[in-house]
């Protein structure tokens, strides 16, 4: 496990960092809602090209948040082929919906090889329900993802 107050390694930032960058762009995060960020403990993974994360019907226990790299969602279609929904950037949350969606019903892989932070659903869930900021931060930060999620559909129809 990494906490998320540990210093940078080689200028890169840890993972508490990437939900508080993510946040910001979307809001204001006060002191009290960056330390409980870095207080969270998460899991830091290497995941190679292709590697799927995330897969249809997983019940996920995890948010994952994007370090490195570059992530996709994607649902099969009948003929086999990857129909892609969106991409995700270091700093990207592209699983916050996955703490109220109990079953998934699309997949995620890495495009290249990225660098990915996990943090139980349980330990988010109770920190959304001590810092309300953050928990209205992150539903907006989903509001938005959906918002590109349309503009993406309706440009690729």
């Known amino acids: 496990m990494v906490c998320f107050s540990e210093a940078t390694r080689s200028g890169r930032a840890m ?3 990437i939900f508080i960058r993510r946040l910001e762009l979307v809001g204001r995060l006060d002191d009290g809602d960056r330390h409980a960020l870095r ?18 019907g997983d ?11 570059l992530l996709h969602r994607f649902t099969v279609t009948e003929d086999g082929e990857r129909q892609i929904h969106a991409f995700y950037l270091p700093a990207d949350v592209p699983s916050a919906d996955t703490l109220h969606m109990p079953v998934m019903d699309t997949a995620m892989s ?8 996990l943090v139980e659903h349980a ?6 329900d001590r810092r309300p900021n953050i928990r209205d931060l992150l539903w907006r930060e989903t509001l938005v993802q959906a918002s ?5 559909l309706m440009r690729n129809s």
């Open 15 to 17: 993972p508490g960092e």
């Open 39 to 56: 207080s969270m403990s998460g899991e830091l993974r290497d995941i190679g090209r292709g590697a799927q994360i995330i897969s249809v």
């Open 59 to 69: 019940r996920p226990l995890h948010i994952v948040g994007v370090v490195t790299g």
């Open 110 to 117: 890495a495009t290249v090889p990225s660098r990915i932070v």
């Open 123 to 128: 330990e988010m869930l109770a920190m959304l």
């Open 148 to 152: 590109m999620f349309r503009t993406w």
